[in-house]
């Protein structure tokens, strides 16, 4: 059974910092591209990190970059996302999957990030 499980978000002040987790298990995690996406309340769900599958290439969308850095362990089956100088923008609930898009399995339940003083 595929499943993604996402969890470290919470809440935290502007210019703090937060480090995402997500477990993947039921697939062969070392064979995909990884990718960190994000939806705000209101908006359509935004590719925000991606990870290569040996884990020797990041991109990250323009907004993130210099402050978001992603990365993955292929033995414990985990892919990071570490967050720092968040933003009030970056509010949203974080999610993970595979990617490109065509590879997508079920979603997980996400992880909720709120940056607000």
């Known amino acids: 059974q595929v499943q993604l499980v996402e969890s470290g978000g919470g809440l935290v002040q502007p210019g703090g910092s937060l480090r995402l987790s997500c477990a993947a298990s039921g697939f062969t995690f070392r064979g995909y591209a990884m990718n960190w996406y994000r939806q705000a309340p209101g908006k359509e769900r935004e590719l925000v990190a991606s990870?290569?599958?040996?884990?020797?290439?990041?991109n990250y969308v323009d907004s993130v970059k210099g402050r978001f850095t992603i990365s993955r362990d292929n033995v414990k089956n985990t892919v990071d996302l570490q967050m720092n100088s968040l933003r009030p923008e970056d509010t949203a609930v974080y999610y993970c999957?595979?990617?490109?898009?065509?590879?997508?399995?079920?979603w997980g339940q996400g992880t909720q990030v709120t940056v607000s003083s």
């Open positions: 990870i290569t599958s040996t884990g020797g290439s990041t």
């Open positions: 999957n595979r990617g490109p898009s065509r590879l997508w399995v079920s």
